[in-house]
C-alpha cells in the first residue's frame, strides 16, 4: 500500500511517516519546507532503516503534483500540509485561506483525476470553538475564532460536500487535541521558528536555557487552579491515530469524523509542574494577560475513536514531558544543532 503524506517534513506527519514505515506501508511524502527542515526526512530515515521519496513541491503547483500521482499508484493519502499559527492567520487571512483551503482544493482535485479515494484530513480541535460543556463530543456545534480555524471549518464543508457527491470517496476527518512530546529516539520532535507560540515548546526552551522565563496566560479563568485546561496527547499516540483512519477507510466509505485526545485536561499549572518533576528542570514563569481568542478549558470525548477505530491514547502526561525534553536537550537548536 502506497500512501502519500502532505506536510511530511513537519511535525506531526514526520512522526507519522515512522509509523507507517513500521507498519510496511510505502511513503512518497511532500512538503513546501515553509514551516519544516529537510533534515527530518533523514533521520526518519535513520530511525527506521528504510528509504522513501521526498519531494519538495508545493500544494498550490498543480502541475508537480499531477506529475506525482502520475508517477506513483497512491492508495490513500494522508493530508498534514498546512500553515498552523493562529495569531499569523489573523495578520494574513489571505495567505491562510489561499495555501490551507486552495491548497487542499488542488489536492483533492488531483486525487479525483487519478481515482484517489481515500483521504484522512488533519482537523482540530478549535473547530469547537467555546464548547458549552466538556468533554466534547464529535457532534458538538463548530464556530472559528480566527482565520487558521475557519480554513479547518471550511476544508471540513468541503470534503463532506465531496464525499456526499460521489460514494466513491472515504474521509477521515480527525480533530487533534493538544500534540506534543517527540518520538522516543530524542532524534525527531517539534521544531517552531522563532519564538514558540505553543506551551510544551515554550516550556522545553526556558528550560534549556534558550528563553528566560514562561508567560502564562492567565490565572483568572474558571478551572481548579486558574490557567487554561487542555487535552494533551503524546504524537506517537496521535499518529497510531491514522494508521486505525486508514484501516478504517480502506473498508468504508463516506465521510467520518473522530476526536483525538486522551480524554484528560491538565492545567498550564499541571504541565509545567509535572515537566519539572520528570526532568528536575525548575521552569521559571509569571503569570501574564489573557491571550486573546483562548478559552478555559477544552478536552476530547474519544469514544468514537475507541469504538469505531479501536484506538485511544495509552501515554501519560509524564511520558509527553520525558520525550519533549529528550528532543529539545538533545538537538538544543532543532534540526539545525547537527547541521
Ligand atoms: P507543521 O507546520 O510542523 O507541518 C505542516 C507542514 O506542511 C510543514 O512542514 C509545512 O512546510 C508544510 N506545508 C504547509 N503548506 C504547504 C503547501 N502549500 N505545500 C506543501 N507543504 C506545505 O505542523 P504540524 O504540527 O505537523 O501540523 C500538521 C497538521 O495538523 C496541520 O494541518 C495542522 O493545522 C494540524 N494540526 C496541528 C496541531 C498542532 O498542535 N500541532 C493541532 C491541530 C491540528
Ligand atoms: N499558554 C501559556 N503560555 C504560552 C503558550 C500557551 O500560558 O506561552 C497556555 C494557553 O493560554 C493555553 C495552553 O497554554 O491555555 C495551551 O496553549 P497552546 O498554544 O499550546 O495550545 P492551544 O491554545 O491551541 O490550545
Redesign the pocket.
Known amino acids: 500500500m502506497t500512501v502519500l503524506v ?9 512522526h507519522a511517516i515512522i509509523e507507517l514505515l513500521q507498519n510496511g506501508y510505502n511513503v512518497v511524502a ?7 527542515d529537510k533534515e ?1 526526512i533523514k533521520k526518519v530515515k535513520e530511525i527506521t532503516g528504510k528509504n522513501f521519496s521526498f519531494y519538495q ?5 498543480y502541475g508537480k503534483m499531477r506529475s506525482l500521482f502520475e508517477k506513483y499508484n497512491f492508495d490513500s493519502v494522508i ?6 499559527a493562529v495569531g499569523e492567520s489573523v495578520e494574513l487571512p489571505i495567505d491562510y485561506y489561499y ?2 483551503v486552495s ?1 487542499t482544493i488542488n489536492l483533492c482535485r488531483v486525487m479525483d483525476e487519478f481515482e484517489v479515494t481515500k483521504l484522512v484530513f ?5 473547530v469547537y470553538g467555546d464548547p458549552k460543556t466538556v468533554p466534547i463530543y464529535e457532534t458538538f456545534p463548530t464556530s472559528a475564532t480566527n482565520p ?1 480555524g475557519r480554513t ?1 471549518l471550511i476544508i471540513e464543508e468541503i470534503l463532506k460536500d465531496l464525499s456526499y457527491s460521489n460514494m466513491k470517496w472515504s474521509i477521515a476527518i480527525l ?6 512530546g517527540a518520538h522516543h529516539s530524542g532524534r525527531i520532535g ?2 517552531p521558528k522563532g519564538e514558540p507560540n ?1 506551551l510544551m515548546p515554550y516550556i522545553t526552551q526556558v528550560a534549556v536555557g534558550k528563553r528566560e522565563k514562561l508567560k502564562i496566560f492567565g490565572n483568572d479563568y474558571n478551572t481548579h487552579d486558574g490557567t487554561g485546561v487542555r487535552d494533551y496527547i503524546h ?1 506517537v499516540d496521535l499518529v497510531k491515530g491514522h494508521l486505525k483512519a486508514l484501516e478504517y477507510i480502506n473498508k468504508n466509505t463516506g465521510v467520518e469524523i473522530f476526536n483525538l485526545g486522551t480524554g484528560k485536561g491538565y492545567s498550564v499549572l499541571d504541565l509545567v509542574k509535572t515537566f519539572s518533576k520528570v526532568t528536575s528542570k525548575s521552569i521559571p514563569y509569571e503569570i501574564v494577560e489573557r491571550r486573546a481568542g483562548d478559552i478555559a478549558v477544552c478536552y476530547a470525548n474519544s469514544d468514537k475513536a475507541r469504538e469505531v477505530l479501536d484506538w485511544s491514547a495509552v501515554k501519560k502526561l509524564e511520558d509527553m514531558c520525558k520525550d519533549a525534553w529528550k528532543w529539545q536537550v538533545e538537538n538544543p537548536n532543532g534540526y539545525k544543532s547537527e547541521q
Open positions: 502532505t506536510g511530511g517534513a513537519g511535525y506531526i506527519g514526520s511532500l512538503d513546501n519546507l515553509s514551516n519544516s527530518s513541491y508545493d500544494l498550490l503547483d493530508h498534514f500540509a498546512g500553515l498552523k495555501n490551507n491548497g488533519s482537523s482540530s480541535a478549535t487558521y479547518k480533530r487533534y487535541f493538544n500534540p506534543i517539534e521544531n505553543n504524537v
